[in-house]
Nanobody, 115 residues
Framework: QVQLVESGGGLVQAGGSLRLSCTASGSIFSINVMAWYRQAPGKQRELVARIFGDDTTNYLDSVKGRFTISRDNVKNTVYLQMNSLKPEDTAVYYC?????????WGQGTQVTVSS
């Protein structure tokens, strides 16, 4: 049974930084994309950043230049470095691993940015 375990969320002041981590426990194969999503209260879940097997990355426009996604294939871990955080970044952040036939979600970690 594969589980994605997230860590690194918390409360931070505007302008501060946080680093989220997500590690897969159990055996995973042929994961093509690792990603971070977020969901704020009353809003739909949105894709924040994703990284492909060739290290190509995509970002939500509002986080470009502030967030950086990276991966460690040996550790089955994906990271999200978040700098210059804004109150509008407040949300529950979820990691997602997607393969050809499989998809896994983390349990979510709360990020709260105070003004």
């Amino acid at each position: 049974q594969v589980q994605l375990v997230e860590s690194g969320g918390g409360l931070v002041q505007a302008g501060g930084s946080l680093r989220l981590s997500c590690t897969a426990s159990g055996s995973i194969f042929s994961i093509n994309v690792m990603a971070w999503y977020r969901q704020a209260p009353g809003k739909q879940r949105e894709l924040v950043a994703r990284i492909f097997g060739d290290d190509t990355t995509n970002y939500l426009d509002s986080v470009k230049g502030r967030f950086t996604i990276s991966r460690d294939n040996v550790k089955n871990t994906v990271y999200l470095q978040m700098n210059s955080l804004k109150p509008e970044d407040t949300a529950v952040y979820y990691c997602n691993f997607k393969g050809t036939y499989t998809e896994y979600w983390g349990q979510g970690t709360q990020v709260t940015v105070s003004s």
